[in-house]
Every structure is written in structure tokens, then in C-alpha cells.
């Protein structure tokens, strides 16, 4: 069962387009790697789907309803949070204030704070230090924990590993692969081609704001998607 189906997606920003025509599915407790260069359209596809944007044309279905007009704390309630990149928290918040803003449009399975501490000791022991003083992996973590909040059944989450030291980025994507688990689906935009094709089943790549290349990760090389990436496939 499908629990989000994109149509023939146009994203534009005023004049200039920056989506073309994109299709894409994901399967309920599915998980898909978005790649792509920079200014490939990575982010403005997780913030369509989220509804910090309207597409011009095509069509956003979610659990079988069409959301393509559907305001975005509105898709939160429905189960749709993202993880923005750079994190976006609140500064002069604690980290456990900025999680329970996650919690205001919270859907029927929103995550209690004793289960966010449960999956991420790392918060609980910084839970009432102000954002602003927390390491980039901390803040991470809260951003996460803040989208989790929500209760969602899918998780957009926007280069998470971004300038994070690889013991910080590991302990993140185990902790991905614990919500995984557990049924949450996911999308997860990540520049690390191995690390990303190694935590989702499915991938698909974006050049120029056209998809040039989808399939299940364990039947894509490295190297196919290196020449989607650059365009260089033949």
C-alpha cells in the first residue's frame, strides 16, 4: 500500500522552476534516499511534501487523500513532520521546550518525552540546557526528537549529517534505523552516497529538478547513481 504518491510534480519559485514533472511513491514503512547536487531540487521536494510550498501543477497523496492544497500544520496532524536542514530550533529554548513545540499539532500517535528519552539518552541528559549551548549533534538529535513529537507516520529529513563528526552520525542513523523498525517511513535527503543507499531500501536521484534515476538501493551501483548525479549516464 502506497502511503504517499507524488504526480507529475511542478514546483516553481516565481519564474523559476525548480521541479519538473517528478513522480515518486513510497510504500507505508517504507524508506527511500532522496540524492542529488546541490541545487538539484532536494529540499524544495521535502518542503512541497511538507506544505511549505504549493506545487503549480500535479498532485500530493497521502494515505490515500489528496494534500496538495492542504495547509501544512495541517499535514503534521495527518503525520507528515519534517527535519529541516540546519536544524531550525529555537535558541533561547531548552531542548526539551523546543521538542514540546513539536507536540502542539501533534497527531493521534504522538511520542511522549519519556519514550524521546528512551531513544535518545544523549537529549535526556541535556534536556534543560538552552538550544544555543548545545553541540551540533545535540541539536540534531532535538531536531529529530521535535519532529517525533508530532507523532508522524512519515519523517522528511533534510542532510541530518550535515558537518556532524562520523561518531555523532552514526549513533543518529542507528537510531534512524530503531525508528525504521518500529514502522516509521521515512525520506532522507544525504550528500553520502554509501551511507545513504545503505540505509534505505529504495533511492532516487534528482538533476535539474527532473528524476533521472529510481530503484531499490540493493540493485543500484554506486556508480549508476554517481552518473545520475552528475548527468553523465548514458
Known amino acids: 500500500m502506497s502511503l504517499l504518491r507524488l504526480d507529475a510534480l511542478d514546483v516553481l519559485y516565481g519564474d523559476f522552476q525548480a521541479l519538473f514533472g517528478v513522480d515518486l511513491e513510497l510504500a507505508e514503512n517504507g524508506s527511500l534516499a532522496l540524492v542529488g547536487a546541490n ?3 532536494k529540499t524544495t521536494l521535502l518542503r512541497t511534501i511538507a506544505g511549505a510550498m504549493t506545487p503549480a501543477r500535479g498532485t500530493i497523496e497521502f494515505a490515500g487523500s489528496d494534500i ?4 501544512p500544520h495541517f499535514r503534521v496532524r495527518r503525520g507528515i513532520a519534517l527535519v529541516p536542514e540546519g536544524r531550525r ?3 533561547s529554548l531548552t531542548a526539551e521546550e523546543n521538542i514540546l513545540v513539536g507536540g502542539v ?3 493521534p500517535d504522538a511520542w511522549q518525552l519519556a519514550r524521546i528519552y528512551e531513544v535518545f539518552p544523549l537529549i535526556a541528559r541535556c534536556r534543560n540546557r538552552r538550544a544555543a549551548l548545545l553541540s551540533g549533534g545535540e541539536q540534531q538529535a532535538v531536531a529529530i526528537a521535535r519532529a517525533l513529537a508530532s507523532g508522524p507516520r512519515l519523517l522528511l529529513l533534510d542532510e541530518i549529517s550535515l558537518g556532524l563528526a562520523p561518531a555523532i552520525v552514526d549513533e543518529l ?7 525504521r523498525a518500529a514502522g516509521t517511513s521515512m525520506i532522507l535527503v544525504e ?3 554509501d551511507r545513504a543507499l545503505a540505509a534505505c531500501p529504495s533511492v532516487v536521484c534528482l538533476l535539474e529538478g527532473r528524476v533521472v534515476l529510481a ?5 543500484t551501483s554506486r556508480a549508476q547513481v554517481i552518473d545520475a548525479y552528475f548527468g553523465t549516464a548514458s
Request: hydrophobic share 30%; proline share 7%.
Open 39 to 41: 541545487g538539484a531540487g
Open 105 to 107: 499539532q501533534a497527531g
Open 191 to 193: 550528500q553520502d552516497l
Open 215 to 219: 530503484g531499490p538501493s540493493a540493485r
Open 68 to 71: 496538495t492544497r492542504t495547509k
Open 173 to 179: 542513523y542507528e537510531t534512524l534505523a530503531s525508528l
Open 89 to 91: 530550533l529555537f535558541p
